[in-house]
């Protein structure tokens, strides 16, 4: 059996943005704020512009891709993946023939079918049954082709009370829903998703999952962009890493998984002082993180269920103005196993120093053993001042959670829950038992 065909082939494809930059002299006074916008409207009137006032214009370009190669065959399911601000969803952008290259080539053979942000080719105005129309003959489907799919397409988006609703008034779980649907069931030869099937529930997105593992094993191709690194190795058979705008790696699927988790758990060594991947306006930052014990000596690793702390130190050029610190916890294939959050527990702190210490206290941390990562953001009521991906990993090793004499051994678990049972030995005395509970505490 022959080698299957490349349905998508990319050569030294390239992609650059021109950002524009707009700074203008900054009134210190009420006084000449005014006489600034008089001038400003007399320069207008006049047609004129006065070089010592007008604003200072810079360009700066900003390669969102370089030099990116691949190929893709026919029938293949490929993952592609990397942080954000990595380039993914301008690849996908220009393999859907959304934006062109600034160089390269791109050829693809057969119908794409692409669902990249939500909504994206809908038409607001138009009813959801308007719109699968719409987005059938976009693709290049005849009236009869897509009548012979639509109660399919009804079906699986599970938003048959609003289909003459217009689209504008829907959610955006409901527009997901609708998109996914006409995207995956008119037939492409390639199917494109990127990260939006995040916005839907859990159950559609399992939904969603299935009907690609069937676009697939009908021998179709699929390319499908997550940071769910679980659903991305549960479904693809190949990864793309894209990272920084370049290609990285590209392989089978556990080999480039593998090496891009630990890439993330690599990056926690590095010290944060001079990290630089980083987002925010930098207006305050991280500069230490710590794993504590509750009496603050520094420790490696911590006993399922044993208390610990995590510190983060932060430095800033002024005041925290209502801050708040969120904290993510990653296991070993990047799974969001918990959000930790100042807002949750504490009424909200209206001012930080510039500099200083926010401490997290964990009484009793509910992880199976392993190794575990942590994301960190600072904001204010500025917006995001600082966010960093793995400022630290941690090690949990088996403890006592359940205080038995029988500590459980664990296999593949991510959490523990405090639970209790009661054991009857018949239905009749599990009966008298809940009756005489119900007695005791006098509830009708």
């Known amino acids: 059996m022959g080698e299957a065909e490349s349905v998508i082939s990319v050569e030294s494809l390239c992609k650059k943005y021109v950002l524009r930059h707009e700074a203008e002299k900054q009134e210190t006074s009420l006084r000449e704020a005014l006489s600034g916008g008089v001038r400003s409207v007399a320069r207008r009137l006049l047609g004129k512009a006065t070089s010592a006032s007008a604003p200072v214009v810079t360009r700066e370009e900003f390669w969102a891709l370089q030099d990116i190669s691949f190929e893709v065959k026919r029938g293949s399911v490929v993952g592609v993946i990397g942080r954000n601000g990595a380039g993914k969803s301008t690849l996908l952008k220009i393999l859907s023939r959304i934006t062109e290259p600034t160089s390269g080539r791109v050829e693809i053979t057969g119908r794409v079918s692409s669902l990249l942000e939500v909504g994206t080719g809908f038409h607001p105005e138009l009813t959801g049954r308007e719109n699968i129309f719409l987005n059938g003959a976009i693709l290049g489907m005849s009236r ?118 630990q890439r993330f758990m690599d990056l926690s060594t590095k010290p944060i002082k001079t990290r630089e991947d980083r987002r925010g306006s930098g207006e305050a930052r991280f500069t230490n993180v710590t794993f504590e014990s509750p009496k603050g000596c520094p420790v490696s690793f911590v006993l399922s269920g044993a208390p610990c702390v995590f510190g983060f130190e932060y430095s800033g050029s002024r005041p925290l103005r209502a801050p708040v610190l969120k904290m993510t916890i990653y296991n070993r294939i990047s799974q969001a196993v918990t959000h930790l959050n100042t807002t949750f527990h504490h009424e909200k702190i209206e001012e930080l120093p510039a500099s200083g210490l926010i401490f997290c206290h964990v009484d009793r941390l509910p992880l199976a053993p392993g190794t575990y990562r942590v994301n960190a953001a600072l904001a204010d009521s500025s917006g995001l001042l600082d966010h960093l991906d793995s400022v630290m990993t941690f090690v949990v090793d088996v403890g006592n959670y359940y205080r038995t004499d029988h500590p459980p051994t664990f296999h593949g678990d991510v959490c523990l829950v405090d639970h209790s049972w009661t054991m009857h030995g018949s239905v009749e005395s599990a009966s008298s038992q809940s009756a005489a509970s119900i007695n005791e505490s006098g509830a009708l």
């Open 144 to 261: 009869q082709e897509i009548r012979r799919k639509f109660d399919e397409i009804v079906a699986f988006s599970e938003i048959e009370k609003f289909l003459d609703t217009p689209v504008k008034r829907y959610s955006s779980g409901m527009y997901v829903r609708l998109a996914f649907a006409v995207a995956a069931h008119l037939e492409p030869e390639i199917l494109i998703i990127d990260e939006v099937l995040a916005v839907g529930d859990a159950p559609f997105q399992k939904k969603c999952l299935g009907r690609m593992r069937d676009v697939a094993g009908e021998g179709r191709t699929v390319l499908f962009v997550s940071h769910n690194m679980a659903a991305v190795q549960a479904l693809c058979t190949e990864a793309i890493w894209i990272h920084s705008g370049r290609l990285e790696k590209k392989g089978h699927i556990d080999e480039v998984s593998q090496t891009y988790l």
